[in-house]
């Protein structure tokens, strides 16, 4: 089955609320990344946090990585409608090829 | 170019004709990921080509489907005898060793 998956598969809230999704995988990892995606076209990358940190701030972004539970979230805080897009999670398996394994994604609404 | 290109942006094919869909990655960068992603869906890997090591073709639906990358730069993704299940927007993206992944705005591929 799919190595990230996130949760919820969609969102609405209210401009100007907090926004909280969250990734669950199965291996260890080297790192997890996030990356927001418009309109179903290229993605672009958000936030990269490795195995051996617990938490990470960019911006607006706070990404927290639990490497017990094999989770992380992505808080999006003070939201705007710009910030309407899907998010998606990637991981980077220790184990075989380096390549990223992305989620599902969740499909983030901010409604003015 | 300063980013990932792909061409074309659309294609529409009528079913069982080949596509050939072409990835140009950011100068320097080692690694070269495609995916599929259909609508409203996750990233579906394809393949992986990292430097000179042999593609991680594992992610490959059939045999209809194959991927080169010539002087370890420009990829080009060819679907043989297209079927409507392949309608998807291909993505590629490139990356340098193992970091955040640069992505193209990607190929929306139409099969009537």
């Known amino acids: 089955s799919q190595q990230g998956e996130e949760d919820p598969q969609a969102l609405s809230i209210q401009e100007g609320e907090n926004a909280t999704m969250n990734c669950s995988y199965k291996?260890?990892?080297?790192?997890l990344q996030w990356y927001r995606q418009n309109s179903g076209r290229g993605l672009v990358h958000l936030i990269l946090?490795?195995?051996?940190?617990r938490e990470k701030h960019s911006g607006r972004l706070r990404v927290t990585l639990d490497t017990s539970k094999k989770s992380s979230s992505l808080l999006i805080t003070a939201s705007r409608a710009a910030d309407t897009a899907s998010y998606f999670c990637?991981?980077?398996?220790?184990?075989?090829?380096?390549?990223?394994?992305f989620g599902q994604g969740t499909r983030l609404t901010i409604n003015p | 170019g300063a980013g990932v290109s792909q061409s074309p942006s659309n294609k529409v094919t009528e079913k069982g004709k080949d596509v050939e869909l072409r990835c140009d990655p950011i100068s320097g960068h080692t690694a070269l990921y495609w995916y599929r992603q259909s609508l409203g869906q996750g990233l579906e890997f394809l393949i992986y080509f990292q430097g000179n090591s042999a593609p991680d073709k594992s992610g490959l639906p059939s045999d209809r489907f194959s991927a080169e990358r010539t002087g370890g730069s420009v990829s080009t993704l060819t679907i043989q005898r297209t079927q409507q299940e392949d309608s998807a927007v291909y993505l590629c993206?490139?990356?340098?060793?193992?970091?955040?992944?640069?992505f193209g705005e990607g190929s929306r591929l139409t099969v009537l």
């Open positions: 990637a991981t980077d398996p220790i184990q075989g090829a380096q390549k990223l394994v």
């Open positions: 993206a490139s990356s340098f060793l193992a970091g955040e992944l640069f």
């Open positions: 946090i490795r195995s051996n940190e």
């Open positions: 291996t260890s990892i080297n790192n």
